[in-house]
């Protein structure tokens, strides 16, 4: 009895010893990533994100969703449209008919923010209809796209409007913000044409300029990555120095779609711009055709957040909440808005997208191994390391499971803890317990409970091999799935 114990014992060693020493599964996709080679892994895309227009900054709502991102997602600033519209009533008559400015609705968006340890992305517009030489609006908001009856008028509202900011939150403070000129002048935000946006560009300019030279002014803030070439050559025939350039890129805007058009873009832009210049993205996600609630967009935000890095000095997701009113506010809680959050604060796949991306160390491993879906990064901090691994692809384009074994060679220091966490179809994914409760429009309290608690990480662990300061482990992932393995070390 006890001997034949023995010998299985002696089998069962043999086993476990055949496994520990096998390395990858034939048949996985492998990647190797050496933590000996570390170049630096800047957090380019917390520097900025889009919310809906400004008077939502006014809001409890969508002030507890700012909070919320900042606090896990790290975003440093906030841009959004209409810091001039009359539901601020920033410009008023007196009572003899002389323009007036009324500043405490400003105020209070901006000290919220100030306040919250961000700064506003400062995008001037729209028009006040006092100034505004057309009726022409945008929105169920009615932001008027006019451009001003009166040129001084308009340059009088920006040096107050600066001249207050600076006074309320001092140059040290302000001289951190962004002025963007305008928004998307070539995609309907703009009743009048180029010739007119640049008349724009270059009174607002030097209406800054002209009182604080130390603040940072850009634009075009155009669709598609437009009129990148003809703003630099409009700046240069005028003799005026733009401290940054500005576009936005979603990747539906070049069909049929591919799955790296924003490296190609971006690069392209990065190329016009040259070296030396900002180049701002100060809008972009995973595309305009809504699928913003589904792990589609973490995958791509996966993917695409080390595709394109080192390209473009801000690169900002549109939006952060589904607090959000261009068509007016929407009630149902799935309605695949831009945010990161819907309304009620339950957190989307692409929001805990950026949760791990905010965890990721400031120093990036080399990874070798190429796949037409799935992809892996590493990034290292003083006592943690992160392997983030995708398997994402456009809509309709091939994709399947993965099996993907990923060997760290280099480790320094002890293993103490190690942790799985998954994005994808049965993780993080409370669109599908929504849709399992019968899609209510208006979820009960305890139905909001429930979606957020099936948005949170599930902690798993996670087996590996470990040889000498090398380990290997190995992983299914699914279409459009993320899954971030943590390594803690002393
Ligand atoms: C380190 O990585 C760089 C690219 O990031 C590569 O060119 C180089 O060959 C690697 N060095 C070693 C020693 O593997
Ligand atoms: C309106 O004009 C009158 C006469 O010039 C002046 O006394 C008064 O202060 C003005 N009111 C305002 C609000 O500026
Ligand atoms: C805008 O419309 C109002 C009301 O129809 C009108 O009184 C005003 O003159 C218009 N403004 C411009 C600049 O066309
Ligand atoms: C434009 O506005 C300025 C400042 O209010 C004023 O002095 C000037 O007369 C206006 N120009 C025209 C053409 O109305
Ligand atoms: C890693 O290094 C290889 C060459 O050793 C290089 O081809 C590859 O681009 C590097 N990868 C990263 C992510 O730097
Ligand atoms: C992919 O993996 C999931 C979860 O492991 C499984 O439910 C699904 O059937 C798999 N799909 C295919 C095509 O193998």
Redesign the pocket.
Known sequence: MSKLIISLFVVVLFVLQLVSSQQCETGSVQFTSDLSNLSDWDHYWERTVGSGHAVLALREDWRRALALSHEKLGFQSVRFHGIFDDDLSVVQLDSNGSIIYSWYDVDQAYDYIVELGMAPYVELSFMPELLASGNATIFHYKGNITPPKNYTQWSNLIQAFITHVVDRYGMDVVSQWQFEIWNEPNCGFWSSDQTNYFKLLLETFNAIKSIYPQLSVGGPATCQSAWIPETLAFAKANGIQLDFVSTHEYPTDIQPLQRNIMKQVLTNSRQQVGPNMKLYYSEYNDGLFFRHDTTYASAFIMFNIPDVYGIADIFSWWCFSDVFEEQGQQSVPFNQGFGLLTIYDIPKPSFKAFELLHETGKMRANVTGEHPTAGVFTTLSDDEIMVIIYNHNIPDAPI??ETICVTLENIQGTITDSYLRRIDH?NCNPIATWTAMGEPEYPTKSQIDQLKAAAEFNYQPIDFNQNGNSLTFTL?V?PQGVAAVTFKFQ
Do not use: G, I, K, L
Request: negative net charge; glycine residues 0%.
């Open positions: 399947a499971n049965d299914e699914m």
